[in-house]
């Protein structure tokens, strides 16, 4: 009995975590003329890419830890977990070369922080897009 209850909970939190598995969609600000691909993406949420082209300072926003669009968002672009991620991030702060991205509650968060913020990028569940900001991953 034991086992089928364990069994249903790894089934049902896995299908949670499915159902946002490719659902989310890279966000930047509509003045921003860059396209990025998702080794660009990678690169900027691992602090690796830091300014735009134009010179201007990137500044990538997440969504929280415990988010579905998040650990696809990790999974998918960053090829690692969100406790991986926070591991490597937290190896970053103490050594002293650069900080996480800033931790944004929701999506409309997200969208309402990269659509007043020209050097902003971040992502939300893709059936949250607007007219507000501009797509350039999937």
Do not use: H
Not at 7 to 31: H, M, P, Q
Not at 94 to 109: I, N
Not at 125 to 133: L, R
């Amino acid at each position: 009995m034991k086992r089928l209850i364990f069994g249903l909970l790894v089934t049902i939190v896995w299908s949670a975590n499915a159902t946002y598995a490719g659902d989310f969609a890279v966000i930047v600000n509509k003045a921003n003329p860059t396209a990025a691909d998702k080794a660009a993406v990678a690169k900027m949420y691992t602090g690796d890419k830091k300014s735009w082209e134009d010179g201007s300072a990137i500044a990538t926003v997440d969504l929280p830890e415990d988010n579905a669009v998040r650990s696809a968002f990790s999974t998918e672009v960053l090829g690692k977990s969100v406790a991986n991620v926070k591991a490597f991030w937290a190896q970053l702060i103490f050594s002293g070369k650069g900080l996480p991205p800033k931790v944004l509650a929701s999506d409309d968060d997200v969208k309402k922080f990269v659509s007043g913020n020209k050097g902003a990028i971040g992502y939300v569940k893709a059936s949250a897009v607007d007219d507000s900001v501009k797509v350039v991953a999937k």
